[in-house]
C-alpha cells in the first residue's frame, strides 16, 4: 500500500541552523510534491510544489528536492528562526478520478531555539 | 493570496446532536473544495472531495450519510456531522484550488473547525 514517512520525532536546532526535513515515500509515484507549514490548531499553509521532472526548488530561505529514485524528498530552511517553529508537511498528488487530490504525511515538528 | 475561511471555528455539541461546518473561498471560486479530518498528531485524512452542483465523492470508510456535503455556489460548501457522537469529534479542515489556475495547483486550506462532542 501508498505510504509516505515524515520523522515523528520532533527535530531541535539551534537559531541560525540549516534545518532538514525528510519525507519519504513508497509504493508511489507522484506527480508532483508539496510541502506545507501547519501551526497548532490551524489550516496547512502551501509552501512549496515541486513537480516529478524537477530535483531542486527554492523559494527565499527554503529549499526542496526530489529524488524520483530513492522516492525520497528534502526541505531545508536555512537561517532558521524561532518563527519557524512549526509542523511541516509533505503531501504527495496522485491522479484520482481526473483530479489530481494529495495524500499528506503525517508532519515533522521543528523546534528552533534562540 | 487566496483565503479560505471556516466558521464556526470551535464548537461544542452534544451526542445526538448535528453540526453544521461552512467553508468559503472569500476571494475565488472554487469549483472543487476538499474536506479533511485530523486527529491529533495524525496526517490530514481526506473524507470527501466536493464539486459545486454535483453530489461528493466521499473516501473509502466515510459514511456519507453522516457527513453530510453540500457544495450549493462556487464560494460556499458545507459539511455536516449528523447524530454526531464522542468518536466524530475532532479537527475539520476545508481546502480549495482556484477555479481560475488551469492545471495542477497548491489547496489553500481554512483555518480548520475544532468539534468536541460530550
Known amino acids: 500500500s501508498q505510504k509516505i514517512e515524515q520523522n515523528s520525532e520532533a527535530l531541535n536546532i539551534q537559531e541560525g541552523k540549516t534545518a532538514t526535513l525528510t519525507c519519504n515515500y513508497t509504493?508511489?509515484?507522484?506527480?508532483?510534491l508539496q510541502w506545507y507549514r501547519q501551526d497548532p490548531g490551524r489550516g496547512p499553509v502551501f509552501l512549496l510544489l515541486?513537480?516529478?521532472?524537477?530535483k531542486e526548488k527554492r523559494k527565499e530561505r527554503l529549499k526542496v528536492t526530489f529524488d524520483t529514485t530513492l522516492k525520497q524528498s528534502l526541505f531545508h530552511i536555512t537561517a532558521s528562526q524561532p518563527a519557524d517553529s512549526a509542523t511541516y508537511l509533505c503531501a504527495l498528488d496522485g491522479v484520482t478520478g481526473g483530479s489530481y487530490i494529495p495524500t499528506f504525511g503525517r508532519g515533522t515538528s521543528l523546534i528552533v531555539h534562540p | 493570496g487566496a483565503v479560505v475561511s471556516q466558521h464556526p471555528s470551535w464548537v461544542i455539541c452534544k451526542s445526538g446532536t448535528s453540526v453544521k461546518i461552512e467553508c468559503r473561498s472569500l476571494d475565488f471560486q472554487a469549483t472543487t473544495m476538499f474536506w479533511y479530518r485530523q486527529f491529533p498528531k495524525q496526517s490530514l485524512m481526506l473524507m470527501a472531495t466536493?464539486?459545486?452542483?454535483?453530489?461528493?465523492?466521499?473516501e473509502q470508510g466515510v459514511e456519507k450519510d453522516k457527513f453530510l456535503i453540500n457544495h450549493a455556489s462556487l464560494t460556499l460548501s458545507t459539511l455536516t456531522v449528523t447524530s454526531a457522537h464522542p468518536e466524530d469529534s475532532s479537527f475539520y479542515i476545508c481546502?480549495?484550488?482556484?477555479?481560475?489556475?488551469?492545471?495542477?495547483?497548491?489547496?489553500?486550506f481554512g483555518p480548520g473547525t475544532r468539534l468536541t462532542v460530550t
Open positions: 481546502s480549495a484550488r482556484d477555479q481560475a489556475v488551469r492545471g495542477i495547483d497548491e489547496q489553500y
Open positions: 515541486i513537480r516529478e521532472n524537477e
Open positions: 466536493s464539486n459545486e452542483g454535483s453530489k461528493a465523492t466521499y
Open positions: 509504493n508511489y509515484s507522484p506527480a508532483y
